[in-house]
């Protein structure tokens, strides 16, 4: 716990925490990043899925796509690391964050296997059924670190 300890009272994270406008500011931008994150890759996978804009291939979508959702993954995690150090020591023994955090390893994880699979799964006989598989673990996956989110200050006075 010390070094948590430590990063909670650092300079930096004290002047964030006692600021008006900082802290609601990293979590605007949380928010902004997940966002960006989670439409982007819920609109690919939603293509695999043959659910959404059908009239372009899966490998343009993603061309256009994956580096918005990149760039929504890289604004999540500089502002919910500076959301997390400023009330590290509550994060760290709250479950909710714990599994939201694990949640989150596996949904990016997917994202990843979609980004590099999606070339191939782009055929003119169709979608391979691993590839809606995917697609609807990836998006199961999203939800479940939403609702997980949502559920980190019930179970805690963060």
Do not use: C
Request: charged letters at 10%; proline letters at 3%; glycine letters at 8%.
């Amino acid at each position: 716990m010390s070094f948590f300890e430590w990063l909670e009272h650092s300079r930096w994270v004290t002047a964030i925490s006692e600021s008006g406008w900082m802290y609601p500011a990293a979590e605007v931008a949380h928010f902004f990043g997940l966002f960006l994150l989670v439409g982007t890759i819920a609109v690919i996978d939603l293509r695999l899925l043959g659910l959404a804009v059908r009239r372009q291939s899966v490998s343009e979508i993603a061309q256009n796509l994956f580096p918005w959702m990149w760039t929504g993954f890289g604004i999540a995690v500089v502002s919910g690391f500076v959301m997390f150090a400023t009330g590290a020591t509550g994060f760290v023994s709250n479950t909710q964050f714990r599994i939201k955090m694990l949640v989150t390893l596996l949904a990016v994880t997917f994202g990843a296997v979609v980004q590099r699979k999606t070339a191939q799964w782009d055929q003119p006989s169709g979608i391979p059924g691993v590839a809606k598989f995917t697609a609807a673990i990836s998006l199961a996956l999203w939800i479940g670190v939403i609702l997980a989110a949502t559920e980190i200050a019930n179970y805690s006075s963060l």
